[in-house]
Each structure stands twice: as C-alpha cells, then as structure tokens.
C-alpha cells in the first residue's frame, strides 16, 4: 500500500512539473499583447478606426484585448487598470478629454508597460507618462476648414458672413485644436463674425440639437456652419431643411472627418467642404507596438497625411472611404 501511495505520488509531481514547464513555454511563445481602450462608437468614424485596428492587429499577429468605454473616462481608467493587472506589452488608449490621466499612467510607468496615445493627446506636465501620439493634426484641421470659408468668403462677395461653430467634446483634443485653427487663420478678416460656439459632444442627435437653438436664436442671418465633425454636420442638415433653408446653398456647410456618408451628401451639394480626418491609424500603431516590445524609439508624434475636399474639386474622383 506504502509502495502503491509513492508510485501515485511520484506520478502526481510530475505531472505538476510537466504542466509547469508547458505554462512557462506558453508563456514565453505567445504574441505581443496590446491592450487598447476605445472611448466610444459615437460616429462611423470611431467604428471605422475600431474596424482597423482589430483588423490590423490580426495583420501583425499581435493579439489583442480592447475594452470600449463608452464615452465615460471613468472606464477608460478602469480598463488601463486592469490591462496593467493583465500585464499587457503595451497600453494604447484614445483619450475621451485631455485632463485627469496622471495617476493612472503613473501607475503603468511604475508597471514598466509604454503607452501609446491613439487620435488624442493628453494634457499633463510628465511627458513620460506616454511614449507617443498616433492621430490627426487637429489644429491644420481647423486651418483647412477656415481657409476653405476665406476662399468661399471672396467668392461669395459678400462684406459680412456669420458664422455658427458646433464642436465636438467640450475639452477633448480635437475640439480644442480644431476651434483653435480655424479661429487663429480667420482672425483679423473682418467679414468674418462668429456668432456662437455650441457643443455637439461629437453625436448625431446633438448636432440635431445644437442646430434647432442656433435656428431659433439666429434663423437666416446664419451664413456659414462650421461643424467639428460628420456625424453632428449629418444631424444638423434635417434641422436646416425644416426651418426652410437649403444647405450648401442657403447657408455654406463645413464639416470634418471624411466618411462614406458625408461624401455622398458633398457630392448632393447640401455640404461644401469636408476636411479629411482619417481613422486608418491601425498599420501605424502596431509598427509602434513591435518597436516598443524591442526596445527601439519610435517618433514622438505621427500625424496621418490627410486632404480636404469640397465644391471646387471634381468629386467624381473621390474613391470609396471605407468608413
């Protein structure tokens, strides 16, 4: 019986220390692991930066664990939390605002894992916190869209063009740097009057909103709308119709983003211009993933090449966006 008990026992161990050595094995062959916290799934151009990145990282053979916040920063924290608790490679995240990243990131550091900032920036005075900016140049965003309106403004003849701003996420990145540039390359031409700036949150039903006050307030002096991105521009049109105007024409239509949607309706005139901001971020941020896992310095900022398209272009060129 003693004799049967050590063979059991024996048998046991190692087994024990062949399961070991198959999880350590496991272990050490398995992919990079990125963990990415998404802020949302707002707008086509949101579920087409998603689309891309998943697709990417099956591209890369990089596996990924990719929470969607939902519009809450609080979840985002969360979702930093526990890819550290996970022990990811690397954390990318696309910032919902620019304040109160700090103490979460500080904890990454001190965890040893680089992050990557994905669309967004952050504001905080340890640049160290993050290894890098993957996303639009927001502010020659703004630019573009203004030096779009002084083209149209000449054209138009016109000694005085009212202008209504909806933006996107009071206090997010693109909000700020977008307003930023197109009132910074407007300043000092004095056709130009901004009559109000409005938050849209960056939705399709607060655009809708925005635009139904900006009507009451301001009705057919409104010259010129400036929206911050395609899904608001998209639900502030119907609003437009109903008060009896026509868009594109009635009232000169700006938009940013550049999806399939926003493109059709450029070329059905109810829009004029459209600054691209493309979500295609994906290739970039795994090649930032591999460089980060082998040590090597990746560029402290990468901004995607991006166009602008409106009524002075042939839009028949304009091939299918993919989001």
């Known amino acids: 019986m003693k004799r049967l008990t050590a063979v059991l026992l024996a048998a046991v161990m190692i087994f024990a220390l062949c399961g070991c050595a198959k999880h350590e094995e496991t272990k050490t062959d398995s992919q990079i692991l990125l963990g990415f916290s998404q802020l949302g799934s ?26 969607n916040a939902n519009q809450k920063q609080d979840k985002q924290i969360d979702a930093i939390r526990r890819f550290i608790a996970y022990r990811v490679d690397v954390i990318a995240f696309s910032p919902i605002v620019e304040d ?18 994905v669309d967004r920036t952050i504001r905080t005075e340890d640049e160290s916190l993050y290894k890098c900016l ?15 309106l002084l083209k149209k403004a000449d054209d138009l003849g016109k000694d005085t063009l009212n202008v209504v ?32 700036s409005v938050n849209g949150d960056f939705l399709k039903s607060r655009g809708a909103e925005c635009m139904r006050y900006l009507l009451e307030k301001y009705g057919d002096t409104i010259d010129v709308i400036y929206s911050h991105n395609d899904e608001m521009t998209i639900g ?27 493109i059709d309706i450029l070329k059905q005139g109810k829009i004029n211009c459209i600054v691209e901001c493309t979500p295609m971020l994906g290739s970039t941020l795994m090649e930032t993933v591999l460089a980060l896992k082998n040590g090597e310095e990746v560029p402290r900022e990468t901004h995607a090449a991006e166009k602008s398209f409106s009524d002075y272009d042939n839009l028949e060129e304009i091939g299918e966006r993919g989001y």
């Open 42 to 67: 707002e707008s086509s151009w949101r579920i087409g930066n998603t689309k891309d990145i998943q697709d990417q990282a099956a591209n890369y053979g990089i596996s990924l664990m990719m929470e």
């Open 100 to 117: 109160g990243w700090d103490n979460v990131l500080n904890e990454a550091k001190q965890a040893g894992i680089p992050v990557v900032l």
């Open 134 to 148: 993957i996303g639009a140049d927001f502010y020659s965003e703004g630019v573009k869209a203004a030096a779009y």
């Open 165 to 196: 701003e909806i933006t996107g996420t009071e206090d997010s990145t693109p909000m700020r740097q977008r307003q930023q540039g197109f009132m910074d390359t407007i300043a000092g031409d004095e056709r130009i009057h901004v009559l109000e």
């Open 236 to 262: 502030a049109l119907p609003e437009i119709e109903k008060a009896g105007f026509t868009p594109g024409k009635d009232m000169v239509i700006i938009s940013i983003d550049g999806g399939q949607e926003a």
